[in-house]
């Protein structure tokens, strides 16, 4: 399980990252084709570090909406 953030880009595609994956983004031009993006990026961002015999970062982030 990851958190992913998401949003609209300035392009107008959607957007998503994965904060504790580094780098790890992706996007779609529909919110759930981000969302099937970014599971992708994922799945090949964890393969490369297991290929590499490096750790593979725990999701340790804790997200909260504020109102304002």
Same mark, same amino acid.
């Given at each position: 399980?990851?958190?992913? =953030?998401?949003?609209?880009? /300035?392009?107008?595609?959607? *957007?998503?990252?994965?904060?504790? +994956? !580094?780098?790890?983004?992706?996007?779609?031009?529909?919110?759930?084709?981000?969302?099937?993006? =970014?599971?992708?990026?994922? /799945?090949?961002?964890?393969? *490369?570090?297991?290929?590499?015999? +490096? !750790?593979?970062?725990?999701?340790?982030?804790?997200?909260?909406?504020?109102?304002?």
């Amino acid at each position: 399980m990851r958190q992913v =953030i998401i949003y609209r880009g /300035e392009n107008g595609l959607w *957007v998503a990252e994965c904060p504790s +994956l !580094p780098g790890c983004i992706s996007q779609g031009e529909t919110r759930e084709g981000a969302l099937e993006n =970014i599971k992708e990026a994922i /799945e090949g961002y964890e393969l *490369v570090l297991k290929d590499d015999g +490096l !750790p593979i970062p725990e999701d340790t982030l804790d997200a909260l909406l504020v109102a304002v």
